[in-house]
């Protein structure tokens, strides 16, 4: 099975409001953790990432957090705007490591409410 | 800048029937190449990664292949195509030899078996 996973799959947002998109992972060796924001009919494009050194960091709009304690990673999405409807898919892997694989979650739906 | 191309962007096959998709990457050398499939509202599987031409990875076993005829050019190919094999066909590169794992993705292909 996957060794990443989300614990909710679909996420309503009233727009203007902020979106917290959780995800938990189980490889302690992991230590490279990416968001990935998926449209429909599209792929996935890169939000943000965060190496294990670091347990914050923040984007445009965007802030991830990891816990290394309890293996957990999310992403905080301000201000929600209809455009950040999509699903949204963490990814980890161990640097360095052959073919540079990520192991995806199964991905999270958020629906912005106008 | 780096971009990557997948061709074609739709394709409908009868069952039994062959099949090619392409993927080119532009802008970058010596890249890692890879192939996921997903399923319609679900997450992403790696079917292939590739390190170097002729060098191929198989994740899953399946009725697909896959080669690399050229550094920055990645193929995906089925002899006889099953119902199973439909869905949404991504391809992805990496950099090599560099400190990021960072994967960016193609617009994908969705194929169509009926």
């Known amino acids: 099975g996957e060794s990443v996973g989300l614990h909710l799959p679909t996420l309503s947002v009233q727009e203007g409001d902020n979106s917290i998109i959780n995800c938990a992972y189980s490889?302690?060796?992991?230590?490279?953790f990416i968001w990935y924001k998926q449209e429909s009919g599209k792929g996935p494009q890169f939000i943000i990432d965060?190496?294990?050194?670091?347990d914050k960091r923040q984007g445009q709009r965007v802030t991830v957090l990891l816990n290394k304690t309890v293996k957990h990673l999310s992403l905080q999405i301000a201000a929600t705007q209809p455009g950040d409807s999509a699903v949204y898919f963490c990814?980890?892997?161990?640097?360095?490591?052959?073919?540079?694989?990520?192991?995806f979650g199964g991905g999270t739906r958020v629906l912005v409410k106008p | 800048s780096q971009t990557i191309h997948q061709w074609p962007a739709t394709l409908v096959q009868p069952v039994g029937s062959p099949l090619s998709l392409e993927c080119t990457v532009e802008?970058?050398?010596?890249?890692?190449l890879y192939w996921y499939r997903q399923a319609a509202g679900r997450g992403l599987q790696l079917l292939f990664y590739?390190?170097?031409?002729?060098?191929i990875s198989s994740e899953v076993p399946q009725n697909l292949s896959a080669s690399r005829p050229q550094d920055r050019q990645f193929i995906l190919s089925s002899k006889k195509l099953l119902l199973s094999d439909s869905g949404f066909y991504l391809c992805?590169?990496?950099?090599?030899?560099?400190?990021?794992?960072?994967?960016?993705f193609g617009p994908g292909t969705r194929l169509t078996v009926l």
């Open positions: 992805a590169w990496s950099v090599r030899d560099l400190d990021t794992d960072t994967q960016y």
């Open positions: 490889n302690s060796a992991s230590d490279y």
């Open positions: 965060i190496r294990s050194n670091m």
């Open positions: 990814a980890e892997n161990i640097s360095k490591a052959a073919g540079n694989k990520l192991t």
């Open positions: 802008g970058t050398s010596n890249p890692n």
């Open positions: 590739s390190v170097g031409i002729g060098q």
